[in-house]
C-alpha cells in the first residue's frame, strides 16, 4: 500500500539555525499539506500546496517558513533561523484531490529546537 | 471561518461499552467532516469523512458518525469498545476557501478499561 514517508523521523537543531524536513508523497497524489503538532496540543495547518504553488497558509506560515517541491517527488518545509517554539511534530500529507478528499499522513519528524 | 470543538479532552471506557465522542463544528459553507485516529508515535489515520452525501457515516474498526446540520454536530460512536481503540482522535473540517485548509479539533484521548 502506498504510503507518505518522511525524513528524518528526528532532527535535533540549535536556535537560529535552519532546518528542511523532507516528505515523499503518494506518487499519484496532486495536493500537498504540512502540518505541525506542539507536544500535546492540537495538530495545526501550516500550508497547502498544488500545481507547485502554495493555495493556502496559515497565519503560523510566516516568512520563516517556505515549502518547495524540488523534483516531482519530495516536498521540503524549510525552517529559517529555528526558534524554541518551533519545536514540535511536523506531519506531511498529500491527497488525490480537494477538500473532500482523504488526507494520507506520514508518521511525522519530531523537530527539537534547543 | 471554520472551527472544530471537541468536548471531552479524555473519554474512558470500559471494555465493550459503548464510545461516544462529541464533535461540533462551525463553518460558513457547507462542511465536509472527518474523523482521524493517532496510535502513539505515528501520524493520523482516517477512520471517516463525510461529504454531503449519507448523514450516517460507516467508517473503518466499526466507528461510525452521524451528521446533524440542525446541531452542527459530527459525533463519532463505537458499539463495543475494544482495547485497541485506545489513542486519540481529532475531528476535523475542510472548507474550500480558495485553498484546501482543514482545522482540526484538540482532540479526545481514548481509555478502554479491561
Known amino acids: 500500500e502506498p504510503e507518505v514517508t518522511q525524513t528524518p523521523s528526528h532532527q535535533v537543531t540549535q536556535m537560529g539555525q535552519e532546518v528542511i524536513l523532507r516528505c515523499v508523497p503518494i506518487?499519484?497524489?496532486?495536493?500537498f499539506y504540512w502540518y505541525r503538532q506542539i507536544l500535546g496540543q492540537k495538530v495545526e495547518f501550516l500550508v497547502s500546496f498544488y500545481n507547485n504553488e502554495i493555495s493556502e497558509k496559515s497565519e503560523i506560515f510566516d516568512d520563516q517558513f517556505s515549502v518547495e517541491r524540488p523534483d516531482g517527488s519530495n516536498f521540503t518545509l524549510k525552517i529559517r533561523s529555528t526558534k524554541l517554539e518551533d519545536s514540535a511534530m511536523y506531519f506531511c500529507a498529500s491527497s488525490s484531490g480537494g477538500r473532500a478528499y482523504e488526507q494520507y499522513f506520514g508518521p511525522g519528524t519530531r523537530l527539537t529546537v534547543t | 471561518a471554520q472551527s472544530v470543538t471537541q468536548l471531552g479532552s479524555h473519554v474512558s471506557v470500559s471494555e465493550g461499552a459503548l464510545v461516544l465522542l462529541r464533535c461540533n463544528y462551525s463553518s460558513s459553507v457547507p462542511p465536509y467532516l472527518f474523523w482521524y485516529v493517532q496510535y502513539p508515535n505515528q501520524g493520523l489515520q482516517l477512520l471517516l469523512k463525510?461529504?454531503?452525501?449519507?448523514?450516517l457515516v460507516k467508517g473503518i474498526n466499526g466507528f461510525e458518525a452521524e451528521f446533524k446540520k440542525s446541531e452542527t454536530s459530527f459525533h463519532l460512536t463505537k458499539p463495543s469498545a475494544h482495547m485497541s481503540d485506545a489513542a486519540e482522535y481529532f475531528c476535523a473540517v475542510s472548507e474550500n476557501t480558495g485553498g484546501f485548509k482543514t482545522i482540526f479539533g484538540a482532540g479526545t484521548r481514548l481509555f478502554v478499561k479491561a
Open positions: 463525510y461529504t454531503s452525501a449519507a448523514t
Open positions: 506518487s499519484n497524489h496532486l495536493y
